[in-house]
C-alpha cells in the first residue's frame, strides 16, 4: 500500500472548448487534511468531483488508496470499469456536497442509513446502530426521525456529513460544505469538520473560508485557470504566498 | 427634514417617542372587518340557480327516476359495470407498467432505445383510440398465427390468432397500448422535474442503479406523477365507454341495449352517468391520499384532510363566537 490516499497524475478535462483541468498532480498523504483555494472557475471543484468519478478525466490518473479510480490499469492501458464496481469504488470515498443533496423524502435516519444497506450490503441493526452514533457526533441526534426539510441549512449539512460518513469511507470529500449556509450557521458546520480532522481521517476541501483553512489544513493548494499554482503548509501559501496570483487572491479575500 | 433616532440611542442623546402624538395606545386598536355586500348578492343568485336545477331534477317527469331506481342496480348494469371496473384496471396497470419502460427507455443513453420509445409514443398519440382498437380487434385478417421461437427461424409454438385475442383482449390490448404513449410523457415528465443533486448524491453514495431509480428518483417524482396520473385513469375509466363499438358489454354498452329495448333512454343515460360520478369520484378520493402520501418530507407538514380542515375551521368558527360573545363585557 502506497503512503498516499490520493494520488492524481497528468490530469486534463475539458468541458467543451473550456479546459478547467489542465494537468494537475497532486499527491495527498494518508490523515492529512488538505484545503483547496482559488477563484471561482478554477477548477476546483470538478478536480474534487474527479475524485470519485462523478466527472471523468479526459487524460491522467487519479488513484485513491492504490487502486484507479473509474478503470482497471492494464500495462498502459486504463479499462473502464462497469458502473457497478464504480458505486462499488465510491463507496471508499464520502462526498459532500454544497447543497447538502440529501433525500428530501427520507427522515434523516433513513438518509444515513441508506447506502450502508444497499450498496455495503450491511446488516440493518449495525447499520442503525452507527447512524445513530454519527448524528450523535454531528449533533442531531434530536432529529432522527424528522424530513431533511424541517431542518435548518447547517443541520441539513451536518446530517450529509454523517450520511457519507456511515459508508466508512477511507477519505472524505467537500466541496464548498459552508456556501450555501447563512452566516450564522457556518461555524456549526465547520466544527464537525475539525472534529474529523482532529481523529485523523483523510480529508480534501474546497472552500473559501481562509481562517478555517489556516486553522485545520496540513496543506493548502491554491488553484487558478485549471492548474495547481501554490502548495504547502497554510503558514506559507497564506501568510507568505509566492506567486503573484495567490497574493492576488489572498489579499482580495482578506480585506 | 426630521432626523430619525433609534431607542439605543447614544446616553445624553434623548430619544424620540414614537407615540407621543397619538392620542390612544396602539395595542388597544381593534380591527373592524370590510363588509362584501355583492359577495352576497353573487352566493343569492348562485344559490336560486342551484335551486332552479335541482327542483328541475326532481319535479320533470322526463328523468323517469322510478327507471332509473329499477336499472341502477340491476345485474345487468352491475355486472357491465364490473367490466368496464376491470378494463380500467388492465388499461391502467398495463399501461403505466409499460409506460414507466417507455419514459425509461427515453431517457437512456441508448440511442436505440431512445428512438424505438420516441417512436412508440409518436405513433400511438398520432392514431386515434377507436382506430387502433378496431385494428386490434380485425387482427387476424392480418396474422393468422403466433408463434414463439428463434427470430427469423424454426418457431416452437403456434397460436391461432382468433383464439388468444378475444374481443376482451383486443380491448385491454388497445387500451394498454394507447395508454402506455401517454403514461410514459407523464412518467419521463416527472423523473425530469427531480433535482438532478438527488441522482448524483445517489451515485456518490454508491446506491446501486436500480435503486437509485426506485428509492430515490420514482418516490420524488412521483409527486409530480400523480396529479396527471390520476387525470389519466380517471379518463380512461370513461374512456373505455368507447369499446362499446366493439360489442363488449361493458357498462355503456349495456345501458344501450336496454334503452334499445324500452326506449328509456334518458333515465337509463342517468344509470351510466351516476356509476361513472360515483366511481370518479371514489378515485378522485383515492388520489388525494395517494398524493398526501407522497408529499412527505416535500413540506414542513402533511396538508390537513379535508376532515381535519373541517374540524379545525369548526373550532375557529366557535372561538370567534365565544370572543364577540365576551366582546360586550370588555
Excluded at chain 1, 23 to 33: A, F, P, W
Excluded at chain 2, 198 to 211: D, N, V, Y
Aim: with cysteine; hydrophobic share 45%.
Amino acid at each position: 500500500m502506497t503512503r498516499y490516499a490520493v494520488e492524481v497524475r497528468g490530469v486534463h478535462k475539458s468541458f467543451g472548448n473550456l479546459e478547467v483541468l489542465r494537468g494537475i498532480d497532486l499527491l495527498i498523504r494518508r490523515g492529512e487534511v488538505t484545503v483547496i483555494l482559488g477563484p471561482s472557475g478554477s477548477g476546483k471543484s470538478t478536480l474534487l468531483r474527479t475524485l470519485n468519478h462523478l466527472e471523468k478525466v479526459d487524460r491522467g490518473l487519479i488513484q485513491v488508496g492504490g487502486q484507479p479510480v473509474g478503470y482497471r490499469l492494464k500495462g498502459s492501458k486504463l479499462h473502464e470499469l462497469r458502473e457497478r464496481e464504480i458505486l462499488q469504488q465510491r463507496t471508499r470515498v464520502g462526498f459532500v456536497f454544497q447543497n447538502f443533496n440529501l433525500f428530501p423524502h427520507l427522515t434523516v435516519l433513513d438518509n444515513v442509513i441508506e447506502a450502508p444497506i444497499s450498496a455495503q450490503g450491511r446488516d440493518r441493526k449495525e447499520v442503525e446502530a452507527q447512524a445513530r452514533a454519527l448524528l450523535d457526533r454531528v449533533g442531531v441526534s434530536d432529529k432522527i426521525d424528522a424530513y431533511p426539510r424541517q431542518l435548518s441549512g447547517g443541520q441539513q449539512q451536518r446530517v450529509a456529513i454523517a450520511r457519507a460518513l456511515a459508508l466508512r469511507p477511507a477519505v472524505m470529500l467537500f466541496d464548498e460544505p459552508t456556501s450555501a449556509l447563512d452566516p450564522e450557521l457556518v461555524g456549526e458546520v465547520l466544527e464537525v469538520i475539525k472534529q474529523l480532522a482532529g481523529e485523523g481521517t483523510t480529508l480534501v476541501i474546497v472552500t473559501h473560508e481562509i481562517g478555517f483553512a489556516r486553522e485545520v489544513a496540513d496543506t493548502v493548494v491554491f488553484m487558478d485557470a485549471g492548474l495547481i499554482v501554490e502548495q504547502g503548509p497554510p503558514g506559507d501559501v497564506l501568510d507568505n504566498p509566492q506567486h503573484e496570483r495567490t497574493k492576488a487572491f489572498l489579499s482580495k479575500v482578506l480585506q | 427634514m426630521t432626523t430619525i433616532r433609534t431607542a439605543h440611542a447614544p446616553p445624553g442623546v434623548p430619544a424620540i417617542d414614537a407615540r407621543a402624538d397619538l392620542h390612544i395606545d396602539p395595542e388597544d386598536l381593534t380591527v373592524v372587518k370590510s363588509r362584501h355586500p355583492w359577495r352576497w348578492v353573487a352566493a343569492a343568485t348562485m344559490l336560486v340557480l342551484v335551486a332552479m336545477f335541482v327542483n328541475g331534477l326532481v319535479t320533470n317527469p322526463g328523468w323517469d327516476w322510478p327507471t332509473f331506481a329499477q336499472y341502477f342496480t340491476a345485474p345487468a348494469v352491475l355486472k357491465a359495470l364490473l367490466l368496464t371496473i376491470q378494463l380500467t384496471v388492465y388499461g391502467s396497470v398495463l399501461g403505466f407498467a409499460l409506460g414507466i419502460v417507455l419514459a425509461v427507455c427515453r431517457l437512456s443513453k441508448n440511442p436505440v432505445l431512445q428512438t424505438v420509445s420516441w417512436t412508440y409514443i409518436w405513433a400511438f398519440r398520432s392514431i386515434p383510440l377507436i382506430v387502433q382498437l378496431l385494428f386490434w380487434f380485425n387482427i387476424a385478417y392480418l396474422y393468422q398465427t403466433l408463434s414463439l421461437g428463434i427470430p427469423f427461424g424454426p418457431s416452437f409454438f403456434e397460436f391461432n390468432v382468433n383464439g388468444v385475442i378475444s374481443g376482451m383482449t383486443a380491448a385491454v390490448l388497445g387500451l394498454a397500448l394507447h395508454q402506455a404513449a401517454y403514461s410514459a410523457e407523464i412518467i419521463r415528465a416527472g423523473i425530469i422535474s427531480v433535482d438532478s443533486g438527488q441522482l448524483e448524491a445517489a451515485a456518490a453514495l454508491g446506491i446501486p442503479r436500480r435503486r437509485q431509480f426506485f428509492r430515490i428518483i420514482l418516490p420524488q417524482a412521483m409527486r409530480a406523477i400523480l396529479p396527471n396520473a390520476a387525470n389519466e385513469v380517471i379518463s380512461l375509466f370513461k374512456g373505455t365507454s368507447i369499446v362499446s363499438t366493439m360489442a363488449i358489454a361493458e357498462l355503456f354498452y349495456q345501458v344501450q341495449v336496454v334503452y334499445g329495448r324500452n326506449g328509456r333512454v334518458v333515465p337509463l343515460l342517468m344509470v351510466a352517468t351516476v356509476w361513472y360520478i360515483l366511481l370518479t369520484t371514489v378515485l378522485t378520493i383515492g388520489q388525494y391520499y395517494v398524493e398526501r402520501h407522497y408529499a412527505k418530507g416535500a413540506q414542513r407538514a402533511l396538508p390537513l384532510t379535508p376532515w381535519q380542515q373541517i374540524q379545525r375551521k369548526m373550532t375557529t368558527i366557535n372561538a370567534a363566537r365565544q370572543e364577540s360573545s365576551f366582546g360586550g363585557v370588555r
